[in-house]
């Protein structure tokens, strides 16, 4: 399964979050399956976002559109790192 990574900071995660939720429909439409959204214990606004897409073109091509750019500013974040990743395996201990 393709899975993306994202880190990134964002100025205010409420204000964030609210933009992130209201982006559900296109994120699905584009590809994305399932998510987690995971904050850095010692800071709240450093957040990671870690989804299970179609294909890792399908994310690539979501997250590199213009459309997107867009959404991250208005979001406010800063500097988003992205890693695409292919699951090797998974498992429960």
Known sequence: MPHVLIIHEVADYPAWKAIFDG???????????SYQVLKYESDPNKIVHFSVWTSLDAA?????????????????VKAPEFIYLEQLEAGTL
């Open 23 to 33: 982006a559900a429909g296109i994120r699905r439409e584009a590809g994305e399956r």
């Open 60 to 76: 690539k091509a979501f997250f590199e559109s213009p459309r997107l750019v867009q959404i991250r500013k208005d979001a406010g």
